[in-house]
């Protein structure tokens, strides 16, 4: 069996960790590198960096902080935010940037996608998808978003997902942007319908307020890891704590 990971999310604007809700109303958390040093210690089993207002700002990925970050932190971690093109990837990469995290430009390019694998790797390649939902009838649909969830696009989910996994990503990071911030827990149906549906792991994103929403996005979910900012960001539990738990829940984590 695969060991469940906990990770952190770090969203970065004008590098500081920002937080929001359904990626709006943005609130300074922390600085990325005293959060990567802290987490590190606490035992994350990754971190995430996402700079969220590259794409939207029409540029690549702030360089600076990444250098900063990669100095001091000692598990992996992943970078997302304005990467257009295998050059950006090799720029992260060369810092020591484990993964790399592409959504707008996946979406405008699918072929990079399959380009970024033969390169890289697919273990070094998640497509980030975030979605909201279409339709609240007998069936639920989502649709997909681009540009920091700004542009909707006319993709079906589950259909993307099967595509993203066919052209060799290693990994999904998907987020609902109708729970991002709430605190009342996952998109746990939009999260399950992706994980049966391809055989690649699921990070579930977006929501998660107390513990017990960790474990339904593992069980309920289907889940292979699940990202969270605000309870880690403003001290509500620890990743120390969340694991406990988790364990004590019968989720496999590495202590």
Known sequence: M???????????????????????????????????IAYS????????????????ENR??????VKRVAEVVTVPFCVGGGIR??????????????????????????????????K???KRIVVAID?????QSAKRKWEILIMGGEESVDLELI???????????GEILLTSKDA??????????????????????????????????????FTEGKADAVLAASIFHYGVYSIKEAKEYLKSKGILVKI
């Open 2 to 36: 695969m060991f469940k990971r906990v990770i952190p999310c770090l969203d970065i604007k004008d590098g500081r960790v920002v937080k929001g809700v359904k990626f709006v109303n943005l609130k300074d958390a922390r600085d990325p590198v005293e959060a990567a």
């Open 41 to 56: 210690k606490q035992g994350a089993d990754e971190l995430v960096f996402l700079d969220i207002a590259a794409t939207t």
């Open 60 to 65: 690549k990925t702030r360089l600076d902080w």
């Open 85 to 118: 093109d295998i050059t950006d990837m090799q720029d992260l990469f060369a810092l020591g940037v484990n993964r790399v995290s592409i959504n707008t430009a996946a979406v405008k390019n699918p072929n990079l996608i399959k380009q970024a694998v033969e």
């Open 120 to 122: 890289f790797g697919g």
């Open 131 to 135: 979605a909201k939902c279409k339709a």
């Open 159 to 169: 259909e993307w997902a099967k595509q993203v996994e066919k052209l060799g990503a």
């Open 180 to 217: 991002d911030g709430t605190k009342q827990g996952y998109d746990l149906e939009m999260t399950s319908a992706v994980a049966q549906a391809v055989k690649i792991p699921v990070i579930a994103s977006g929501g998660a307020g107390n513990l017990e929403h960790l474990y339904q996005a």
